[in-house]
């Protein structure tokens, strides 16, 4: 059963560490997705890549923040330094090419619970 | 830029009662409109979707939406609720118009209790 895969599943940090949150998109997709979810903002999209490219990442604090695709089979979102407010859950996502029947939808992983202390 | 709203944080029903989770967008172009569910602890999971044709589409686990191109919504909809239900359900929009991007925006998040 393809699943997206993120790890750590839990990190607590102190303010000031470089934290780095991995994925694992489902093996085929071209599309991976990173997004924060709080109770306060909801689902935020922080930054997005098509075939290992970064296409929008305007949603995402550029001084702290950065995302990358170093191969088609790992995502990773770091950030450094890190601060209280960065305390979320990151979660990855991943999409078919827009010519595939289940074109549009995401596959969530299990997300990334972040407290920075 | 698009956006969603889902203008109710909480549905409580009855089990074995309809359910309705509301939701309205705003494109500049075509829509693509998604559901999609997330239990405690989970990562989102998708529901159904709407791309073109039938404006009532059904998904997973008996849910179907009806799309409204006039009043701009796509609501979320079950004839029989079961307690199994209770979840937190977000509705989400892409803009499909040439050049439009492939990210999805989400609302805000509804959450449905079904009571026993």
């Known amino acids: 059963d393809a699943r997206v895969t993120q790890t750590p599943r839990h990190k607590v940090t102190e303010m000031g560490q470089e934290v780095t949150m991995r994925c694992q998109p489902i093996l085929g997709h071209n599309t991976v997705f990173w997004y924060r979810q709080t109770m306060m903002q909801g689902l935020e999209l922080l930054a997005y890549?098509?075939?290992?490219?970064?296409?929008?990442d305007s949603g995402m604090p550029k001084d702290r923040f950065s995302a990358e695709m170093p191969d088609a089979t790992l995502a990773t979102l770091k950030i450094q330094p890190s601060e209280p407010r960065d305390s979320a859950v990151y979660f990855c996502?991943?999409?078919?090419?827009?010519?595939?029947?289940?074109?549009?939808?995401?596959?969530f992983g299990e997300g990334s619970r972040l407290t920075v202390l | 830029a698009q956006s969603v709203a889902q203008p109710e944080d909480q549905v409580n029903v009855a089990e074995g009662n309809p359910l309705t989770v509301k939701c309205t967008y705003s494109v500049s172009g075509n829509p693509y409109l998604f559901w999609y569910v997330q239990y405690p602890n989970r990562g989102l999971q998708f529901l159904l979707k709407?791309?073109?044709?039938?404006?009532l589409v059904k998904g997973s686990y008996g849910f179907e939406a009806e799309f409204n191109k006039s009043q701009t919504s796509f609501h979320l909809k079950k004839p029989s609720a079961l307690v199994s239900d209770s979840a937190l359900y977000f509705c989400a929009v892409r803009d499909v118009t040439q050049g439009g991007s492939e990210k999805l925006v989400f609302g805000k998040g509804t959450k449905l209790t079904v009571n026993p």
């Open positions: 996502a991943s999409g078919l090419p827009p010519d595939f029947v289940r074109a549009g939808e995401l596959f």
């Open positions: 709407y791309i073109t044709g039938d404006n």
């Open positions: 890549f098509r075939n290992r490219a970064p296409l929008d």
